[in-house]
């Protein structure tokens, strides 16, 4: 059988897959340190950016901190996109792409926090005040990259027109 839409799948795969070896790596690396005024840190430029392990409670940018739905706002949006890949119409490829790294992304930061209860974080660029943050928070912003160029490349184009089969 072939698949109509691999792309998806594997920017969905590729992408929580990146980010739950990574976070692994930080929790066998590093210590979370409490309170997190003196995170346990590793410059690989210093003052530019380090490896820094943190945790949050909330969604981007720490916003609703304690919020006891997040994890269930993670869980359907999880669903809702793999219904999108089980079921949905084909999809041009850069949508598929956009899609599948919003499902790594959501699936990555979904999985902390159900499991843990809060959001590993420890990319930390410095040389902007920049909150730390992850591969699963990378994976979203690719995938929404992605979904803004598929727009603005179909808006070109005129008209959509659906895939040939």
Known sequence: ????????????????????LTKFWVTQNFELRRPPETPDTWPLIRNVFHFT?????????????NSSWLPWLSLIVCIGLVGLGLFGPRLPKWEQAGYGFLLGGAAGNGIDR?????????????????????????????????LLFATWQSSRKGPRKPPTR
């Open 1 to 20: 059988m072939r698949w109509k839409k691999l792309l998806f799948w594997v920017s969905a795969l590729l992408s929580l897959g990146a980010d739950q």
């Open 53 to 65: 392990y943190v945790t949050n409670k909330g969604a981007a940018f720490s916003l609703l901190q």
């Open 114 to 146: 159900i499991f843990l209860g809060e959001v590993i974080d420890f990319l930390d660029f410095r040389l902007i005040q920049f909150p730390v943050f992850n591969i699963a928070d990378i994976s979203i912003n690719v995938g929404l990259a992605c």
